[in-house]
């Protein structure tokens, strides 16, 4: 079962340049997200899509850019990569965005980006 | 602000004891609380949850409790196991535009069950 599924694992970007997060997702959730995992600061929301066409700005959107296309797809788009951005980027996708509060969120495992 | 607050970055305990984990949060607006758990190189897997309306739910070695009165939430494990060890996050959820809600993260614990 492949789940949520983040490509690369690891990037080491040079301050400017963009690049891409892939996420992809094969349960048919409509909701995904993307959050930014800190030191000391736990998991911050970037940007989520209540399904495709749809998206809107989490807690940290600045820097990032989405677009949802399709169901199974929610990219990450760094347009001029800061050392700010160093982070482990998860991508988390769920049923129907969390309107059954008891619905859970699932996770992919992770991208460690480095930008120097 | 953090909305969601875990002071104990890292909490250490003997197998077979219990570990106990605290949460506080500060907006009245999160009506269910969730943590979740995650091991190195993974991502966080839900754990467990409770609704704004109980003061506990119970799941087999994990029990978590919440004092609405005080805005504080514990995560009980008994026993504690090795396997135990990972970060344990806190989480809480509040209503977005429309339906969709938006989970609000602590900081994480570090807990590590001694052998």
């Known amino acids: 079962n492949a789940g949520v599924t983040q490509t690369p694992k690891f990037q080491v970007l040079k301050t400017g340049q963009s690049m891409t997060l892939q996420c992809a997702q094969d349960?048919?959730?409509?909701?995904m997200s993307w959050y930014r995992q800190d030191p000391g600061m736990g998991l911050r929301l970037i940007h989520y899509?209540?399904?495709?066409?749809?998206?809107d700005q989490g807690e940290v959107p600045n820097g990032y850019n989405v677009s949802r296309s399709t169901t199974e797809d929610f990219p990450l788009r760094l347009l001029s990569a800061a050392p700010s951005q160093t982070s482990v980027y998860f991508c988390?996708?769920?049923?129907?965005?969390?309107?059954?509060?008891?619905?859970?969120?699932?996770f992919g495992s992770g991208t460690q980006l480095s930008v120097l | 602000d953090q909305q969601v607050k875990q002071n104990s970055p890292s909490l250490s305990v003997q197998e077979g004891r219990i570990s106990i984990l605290n949460c506080d949060y500060t907006?009245?607006?999160?009506?269910?609380f969730l943590w979740y758990k995650k091991y190195p190189a993974e991502g966080p897997t839900f754990l467990i949850s409770?609704?704004?309306?109980?003061d506990k739910n119970e799941d087999g070695r994990f029990t978590v409790f919440l004092n609405k009165s005080a805005k504080h939430l514990s995560l009980h494990i008994v026993p504690s196991q090795p396997g135990d060890s990972a970060v344990y996050f806190c989480?809480?959820?509040?209503?977005?535009?429309?339906?969709?809600?938006?989970?609000?993260f602590g900081s994480g614990t570090q807990l590590t069950v001694l052998p």
């Open positions: 988390a996708s769920s049923y129907s965005g969390l309107a059954a509060a008891n619905e859970k969120l699932f």
């Open positions: 349960m048919n959730h409509e909701y």
């Open positions: 899509s209540v399904g495709a066409g749809i998206t």
């Open positions: 907006n009245s607006m999160f009506d269910y």
């Open positions: 409770i609704s704004s309306i109980k």
């Open positions: 989480a809480a959820l509040a209503r977005l535009s429309g339906s969709a809600r938006q989970l609000t």
